[in-house]
């Protein structure tokens, strides 16, 4: 029996699974939970609020990156869109 291909990851579309804001400066703060998502997450953020949160600064390529992530491309496209040189 024939092997089935290996997926090809650059035909994937990416979603974004945490919030964010941005800085005054134009880079993105992405909003990761410390706790994961289940109950224990759930609980943390009502005790805590804000505090649940890792708050991870991006630079300016992955502020790019992030930006072009929005459900519709896929993971090709946006490395085209970063990288339009190679």
């Known amino acids: ?35 994961g998502t289940g109950l224990t997450a759930r609980a943390a953020k009502r005790i805590l609020g804000r505090r649940a949160f890792m708050k991870l600064h991006l630079d300016d390529l992955g502020t790019a990156t992030w930006n072009l992530v929005d459900g519709r491309r896929t993971v090709g496209e946006i490395a085209e869109a970063v990288f339009p040189e190679i």
């Open 1 to 35: 029996m024939p092997r089935k291909p290996p997926p090809n990851f650059l035909d994937h579309v990416p979603r974004r699974a945490a919030d964010s804001t941005v800085e005054d400066d134009g880079r993105v703060v992405v909003l990761a939970p410390k706790f």
